[in-house]
């Protein structure tokens, strides 16, 4: 499965430094375990309020988009991108928080898993009814463009998301009015049990970025540095003024469609062949290589996670659930609800 | 594939006529005050419709859109069909509640027309899969025009077919604009077959103003359908003559674009062909005009001293009462 060749016009090679790929390892990593410790632990200590969705295997796709942001850029990610959200600034405890459904998170208990957002920190919360992301991207990108500071939207979604017609509508809006949206479609290759074959007719959803007027490019989805020079090509081209770019990054869900799905429906061979491709394992064994990371250094890197995992489950679980007296809070609008008091100050 | 006969030619010719006529009667009663709410034309768009519609068997299923008239005339609708409805007659399709054309009917394989465009398409997909699970050799013809082909309905439709390999046709009628807006504000492509490779199916660009093109090409994709190949998308690259609607001066069209596609007009082009091949000769011609003629001032006539519909009947078929 080879990524298809560059846009025209961009050559490939946005090489991150020393730094960014260090960093790209720690979320990699972060994220990883992180979503282990949801989905193994706290979710079979019955301490998560409702589903839980992870995104093992296809982490490398949030590390390398998010990074390639820039500050005033905007991102909406999707169930699948929990890196996103770290690197765009929530704190682990307060993911944490609002997985254990605590009073205090950023949706004040009342919507669990990643349905948050913050427009100060760029990041645009989930929809549950998948593509509807997209028209609202749409509007992002509009604004962005009137702005002209060169700012780009990321809206990330599946490949069976695709199927949407709202995906149809946001991809013709944004090549015709050339918004600065980059497209990421996550192909994991099973939308809940429907797989590829059954979703869509075309061969690479990449075909469909020409089909309406912009450039589509399928990507490697388990190697972050493709991902992440991808995504700055598209993010070039859409600060240039030349619109936007769909990615197709190609991955394999690891997991079931969510802790409760035991997928059998994924064949093991399929997992055994993409376990060979394991993000974390191919930038760690790309870091030792080249010399830029020790053995030690990741190591100490794995130690370091764990124990800011541990950190922040154990801030998490100490704070308090919601009192029932503050349920109908955020239902109704009035002049002092919570809700008006907020501040939306400008991002930085 | 068959050349078309000289019978199947003068048949094609009386309805591109026809349809022309009927519109043209439509507009004219519109100006008299008769008609009830807006009239939609098809000028200019007749080879579409009809060369499209004519291409196809009796066990085949069309989803028409408002300037398919000339379809619904060839899978056996009367002039007086359609001025009943926009009389608003008690005795037109509709029985005086839809003064349009949203009318359809199961025997004649015409699926009503919905006002919510690009909806057709996966309404059609659903008849094409009960033909595929059937195991019958029917064709299901989608018309949808360049502005509904922006719908999420569209693109649901087309992509469900094309995953289950649905006997789906579509005609996309690219007629330059919707409503006000230029195909150039509606989509970045150039062509809306540009779209086919995005959901995997083959995809045909004709001269919309050349009957026996659009004709050709529909009888070859449906063959292809009914072989169990999937759905194909046949873009009729046309122009629409009139505005909008009766109600709409089309100011926003550049005078010239008028200009360019008269001398294109499909009638004009198909009787250029037939003389040229000798294919129908003046007297043969004057006989179906005369016919036409009869037909138009016959249904005319009955549409006009049709009665109204009763008001005491307002409410009938509203609530599901006594509904079997």
């Known amino acids: 499965m080879k990524s298809t060749p560059p846009a025209k016009g961009s050559k490939r090679g946005i090489k991150p430094d020393a730094a960014t790929l260090a960093r790209m390892l720690y979320y990699l990593t972060l994220t990883r375990e992180s979503e282990l410790r949801l989905e193994q632990v706290l979710y079979r200590q019955g301490k998560i309020v409702g589903g839980v969705y992870v995104g093992r295997g296809q982490e490398a796709i949030g590390v390398g988009a998010a990074l390639a942001m820039r500050p005033g850029d905007v991102t909406l990610p999707c169930h699948r991108d929990f890196s996103v959200f770290v690197i765009r600034g929530f704190s682990l405890a307060d993911i944490f928080a609002n997985w254990l459904a605590r009073g205090d998170t950023p949706t004040r208990g009342r919507d669990n898993t990643l349905h948050i957002g913050d427009l100060n920190l760029g990041v645009i919360p989930i929809i549950s009814p998948l593509g509807a992301t997209l028209p609202v991207a749409c509007g992002v990108g509009l604004v962005l463009k009137q702005r002209g500071k060169g700012n780009v939207v990321l809206t990330h979604f599946g490949e069976g998301t695709t199927s949407l017609g709202d995906v149809h509508e946001a991809m013709n809006l944004a090549a015709v009015m050339k918004l600065p949206v980059i497209f990421i479609c996550n192909n994991n290759q099973f939308a809940y049990s429907t797989p590829t074959e059954k979703q869509y007719a075309v061969k690479s959803l990449a075909l469909r970025g020409p089909a309406y007027g912009m450039p589509g490019e399928r990507v490697d989805g388990c190697d972050v540095l493709a991902v992440y020079d991808a995504v700055g090509r598209a993010a070039a081209r859409a600060r240039a003024g030349k619109g936007p770019s769909l990615l197709e990054c190609l991955t394999l869900r690891m997991a079931g469609h969510s802790a409760h799905d035991a997928a059998e429906y994924v064949p093991e061979k399929l997992k055994l062949a993409w376990a060979k491709k394991d993000p974390i394992q191919r930038l760690e064994k790309f870091l030792l290589a080249r010399k830029i990371m020790t053995k030690q250094q990741i190591e100490e890197l794995h130690k370091r996670v764990h124990q800011e995992i541990d950190a922040a489950v154990a801030q998490a679980e100490a704070r308090p659930l919601p009192r029932g007296e503050e349920a109908v809070e955020g239902v109704y609008c009035g002049p002092d609800c919570w809700w008006e008091r907020r501040e939306v100050r400008p991002q930085k | ?324």
């Open chain 2, 1 to 324: 594939m068959k050349t078309l006969t000289r019978a199947q030619l003068h048949e094609i010719y009386y309805y591109l006529r026809l349809n022309r006529r009927v519109d043209e009667q439509l507009t004219l009663l519109y100006r008299q005050g008769k008609v009830v709410g807006g009239v939609y034309s098809g000028l200019g768009q007749e080879a579409v419709s009809v060369g499209s519609a004519y291409a196809l068997e009796p066990q085949d299923v069309i989803g028409p859109v408002i300037r398919n008239g000339g379809a619904m005339l060839i899978r056996g609708y009367r002039p007086r069909d359609l001025f009943l409805q926009y009389l608003a007659r008690q005795d037109g399709p509709t029985n005086g509640r839809d003064a349009n054309t949203h009318f359809g009917d199961v025997a004649r394989g015409v699926i009503a027309p919905i006002s919510m465009l690009g909806e057709t398409v996966p309404l059609m997909a659903g008849i094409a899969l009960a033909a595929k699970l059937r195991k019958e050799k029917r064709v299901a013809l989608a018309y949808v025009g360049d502005g509904a082909s922006s719908t999420g309905p569209f693109h649901e439709g087309v992509n469900f077919a094309a995953v289950q390999k649905l006997p789906l046709l579509i005609i996309a009628e690219n007629n330059g604009w919707a409503y006000s807006t230029p195909t150039s504000k509606q989509m970045a492509v150039r062509n809306m077959a540009d779209r086919a490779p995005g959901y995997g199916i083959p995809s045909a660009i004709v001269n919309g103003n050349d009957v026996r093109a659009v004709y050709a090409a529909t009888r070859k994709a449906a063959e292809h359908a009914r072989r169990g190949g999937g759905p194909v998308l046949i873009e009729c690259k046309t122009m629409r003559m009139k505005g909008h609607a009766e109600h709409d001066d089309a100011r926003y069209v550049p005078k010239q674009e008028f200009e360019k596609w008269r001398k294109k007009d499909p009638i004009l082009r198909f009787e250029k062909y037939l003389a040229a091949k000798q294919q129908m000769t003046a007297q043969e011609k004057a006989a179906i005009e005369a016919r036409i003629d009869r037909e138009i001032r016959e249904d005319v006539a009955f549409a006009e001293a049709s009665p109204f519909p009763p008001p005491e009947g307002a409410a009938r078929s509203v609530w599901a009462d006594g509904w079997k």
